[in-house]
């Protein structure tokens, strides 16, 4: 049902390599491209890319919260 309304060809800025991609997955109210999410899921937690990424997705993650 629907499987065919998931697939648009519109361009996406995916909020690691700010990039506009087509391809890519959502996360909360953003995107990232499959390039980033494999280099996310490949890149080893010691890799100083790695803090890169989570800082990015922190940012998404945790919207600002004002208390
Ligand atoms: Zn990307």
Same mark, same amino acid.
């Given at each position: 049902?629907?499987? !065919? ?6 361009d996406? !800025? ?7 991609k !087509? ?15 494999k280099?996310?899921?490949? !890149? ?24």
């Amino acid at each position: 049902m629907g499987e !065919t309304l998931a697939r648009k060809n519109i361009d996406e !800025t995916c909020i690691v390599c700010e990039q506009p991609k !087509t391809l890519g997955i959502h996360l909360f109210a953003s995107f990232i491209c499959s390039d980033c999410e494999k280099d996310i899921i490949q !890149t080893d937690t010691n890799d100083p890319k790695y803090k890169y990424y989570i800082n990015q997705l922190k940012s998404v993650i945790k919207p600002e919260i004002y208390s």
